[in-house]
């Protein structure tokens, strides 16, 4: 069985209004997608129960408190043992300054985007944190000019 869940031109609708406001009443969600709201909130709670709703958050703005340095991280390890490699994925996603680590197909291994306040934070977290783990081989540093688009 696939585990596709097949959305049609109002699930689309409705996940598109989510998105720009996960906050919505299901009355005015209703509204905008041209429903009254007990099938709104049918079709909202088979997107939930389906898993194509995974979830719903607050967006904080990092500057506000105190991580307005958001830098782009590439690593390379050069652990090939399981032991090894999950011991690094499950130390480096604890970390309280890494808001985004993806293990990677080719190089870099890993891509970690952080968010610290200042320059000197991050030199902290890289020096006291990052290098000195098992099996790094070497962190490539990428800053953030300004951020374009962000988000799903």
């Given amino acids: 069985m696939s585990n596709e869940y097949r959305l ?16 919505l009443t299901n009355v005015e969600l209703a509204r905008r997608v041209g429903l009254t709201p ?3 909130l049918r079709r909202v709670k088979r997107l939930e129960d389906a898993g194509v709703i995974a979830g ?3 967006i904080i703005d990092p500057a506000v408190i105190g991580r ?3 830098v782009l991280i590439d690593v390379e390890i050069s652990a ?7 011991s690094f994925e499950a130390t480096v996603a604890a970390y309280d300054e890494v808001i985004e680590f993806r293990r990677m197909f080719g190089r870099p291994d890993y891509f ?5 306040a200042d320059a000197a934070a991050y030199e902290q977290f890289v020096s ?7 099996g790094v081989l070497r962190t490539e540093s990428h800053l953030t000019m300004k951020s374009i688009k962000t988000g799903s």
Avoid at 80 to 86: F, G, H, N, R, S
Avoid at 112 to 116: G, K, N, S, T, W
Avoid at 128 to 134: S, V, W
């Fill in 80 to 86: 090939t043992d399981l032991k090894t490699v999950e």
């Fill in 112 to 116: 970690v985007r952080v968010a610290v």
């Fill in 8 to 23: 049609d031109a109002l699930d689309r609708d409705i996940l598109f209004h989510l998105r720009q406001d996960g906050r």
């Fill in 128 to 134: 006291g944190k990052l290098i000195g783990l098992p």
């Fill in 56 to 58: 719903y958050r607050a």
């Fill in 68 to 70: 307005g340095l958001e």
């Fill in 38 to 40: 007990p099938p709104c």
